[in-house]
């Protein structure tokens, strides 16, 4: 079965960086784009960016760009999300999410990871 | 931009009553790009419709979606106990956007 499974939580300082990994299984890994959505306590969900697991190809959110990279390992199945410059309204659970394959289905998402909890606390 | 708007932010219910859960675009939604998730506490979201109508994998058929254009509708025809939980609608497609989304309570 499809199985999403992210790193575990952080506790960064304001300023630093975070790196949350995802290693997928269950299907072909470089056939299925990875998004990265992220939730802020008691807030709704917020997208941010995906990447083709095939050619490392990524696009993210104009309120990301410049503070998200995202990569992937195809040797492992993993995908990885990295954000820098942490405020601390970037504290949040942060998904990963696996796009379906079929046509007209761009960025909608079937499956999710458990979510990592990124706080930024001085 | 586009903003989706979800209406009401909380909706209180009883089981067995019907729920009935806005999403309206500020613009026109390109191809029906409409999808509903369900959220409960501690969990990841899951999909429920897609395609403004049309049920995902596995859920059940109380469960149904309407709409075009700007205003979009999830309806739960009978409420379960474990139909209690936050619903986000989101517009996917080159822009991906979510609504704010709706609590049922019991």
């Known amino acids: 079965q499809v199985q999403l499974v992210q790193s575990g939580a952080e506790v960064k300082k304001p300023g630093a960086s975070v790196k949350v990994s995802c290693k997928a299984s269950?299907?072909?890994?470089?056939?299925?784009?990875i998004h990265w959505v992220r939730q802020a306590p008691g807030q709704g969900l917020e997208w941010m960016g995906r990447i083709n697991p095939n050619t490392g190809g990524s696009n993210s959110a104009q309120k990301f760009q410049g503070r998200v990279t995202m990569t992937r390992d195809t040797s492992i199945s993993t995908a990885y999300m990295e954000l820098s410059r942490l405020r601390s309204d970037d504290t949040a659970v942060y998904y990963c999410a696996r796009e379906p394959s079929e046509p007209g289905t761009t960025s909608l998402i079937d499956y999710w990871g458990q979510g990592t909890l990124v706080t930024v606390s001085s | 931009e586009i903003v989706l708007t979800q209406s009401p932010g909380t909706l209180s219910l009883s089981p067995g009553e019907r729920a009935t859960l806005s999403c309206r675009a500020s613009q026109s939604v390109s191809s029906s790009y409409l999808a509903w998730y369900q959220q409960k506490p501690g969990q990841a979201p899951r999909l429920l419709i897609y395609g403004a109508s049309r049920r995902a994998t596995g859920i059940p058929d109380r469960f149904s979606g309407s709409g075009s254009g700007t205003d979009f509708t999830l309806t739960i025809a009978r409420l379960e106990p474990e139909d209690f939980a936050v619903y986000y609608c989101?517009?996917?497609?080159?822009?991906?956007?979510f609504g704010g989304g709706t609590k049922i309570e019991i």
């Open positions: 989101q517009q996917y497609g080159s822009s991906p956007l």
């Open positions: 269950g299907y072909a890994f470089t056939g299925y784009f």
